[in-house]
């Protein structure tokens, strides 16, 4: 008999997470180890849930899941993260994966879907659920990406003069994913210095503003 497949749910809707718990547990194969309602709770019990794929929200108080994601996989490389969610923006998506996700999952996909996600990241492969696939697909040419709130937060201190570190303390974040967003946010600009963002900042308005987060 192969070992089961360990699983911890992170969403700080109980009854969402009861009832992917539900559907789960009617599998042989799997063990939900534990149902957490944010990525802090995730990051502190990560040794002792010991999970092989953690179901991870992305909206959560304390500790989101794209920054829950990040530490995980930091201190475990071998986890494998699935984002499940209502937010099919191909923002929320292409940064799932940035941050080291291996599949992404949409919370109105049919319940047997998740359960396919769980098998394919077990394997070694990657997972979209069709809504998100639609959702990556090649914009329009000429199209410029939008960036998120959070880059929007990010842009508005770097062109205040922050340093990645200072933006990492002001966020409560890694170094490491600040550099992420800024190397996202300069791609998607076209702007491949600082004094180009800060310059952009200026012409757009961005410093009259405070932006917003995940």
């Known amino acids: 008999m192969t ?16 009832g992917i718990q539900s559907i789960l547990e009617s599998y042989d194969d799997v063990e939900v180890t534990g149902t957490l309602t944010n990525g802090r709770a995730m990051v502190d019990q990560l040794e002792a849930l010991d999970p092989d794929v ?13 920054g829950a994601t990040e530490i995980v996989l930091e201190r475990r490389p071998g ?8 937010h099919d923006n191909p923002e929320y998506i292409a940064s799932a994966l940035s941050h080291g996700a291996m599949g992404y999952i949409l919370k ?23 809504g998100a696939q639609g959702s ?12 998120t709130g959070r880059e929007q937060t990010i842009l508005l201190q770097l062109a205040q ?24 946010i300069k791609r998607k600009l076209g702007i491949s210095s600082t004094a180009g963002l800060t310059r952009y900042a200026l012409e757009h308005g961005v410093l009259q503003g405070t932006g917003s987060s995940f």
Do not use: F, W
């Open 136 to 147: 990556l697909e090649p914009k329009e040419s000429g199209a410029r990406e939008a960036l």
């Open 161 to 184: 003069g922050q340093s990645n570190k200072q933006v990492a303390h002001t966020l409560d974040i890694s170094v490491r994913t600040v550099e992420t967003h800024r190397k996202n």
């Open 54 to 66: 953690i179901l991870m929200d992305l909206n959560m108080p304390e500790l989101g899941g794209l």
């Open 108 to 130: 109105d996909v049919p319940t047997d879907e998740i359960k396919l996600a769980i098998d394919t990241v077990m394997a070694g492969e990657r997972y979209l659920c069709t």
């Open 79 to 86: 986890t494998r993260v699935v984002i499940l969610t209502m």
């Open 3 to 18: 070992d089961k497949i360990r699983i911890v749910i992170v969403d700080d809707h109980p009854m969402v997470a009861e």
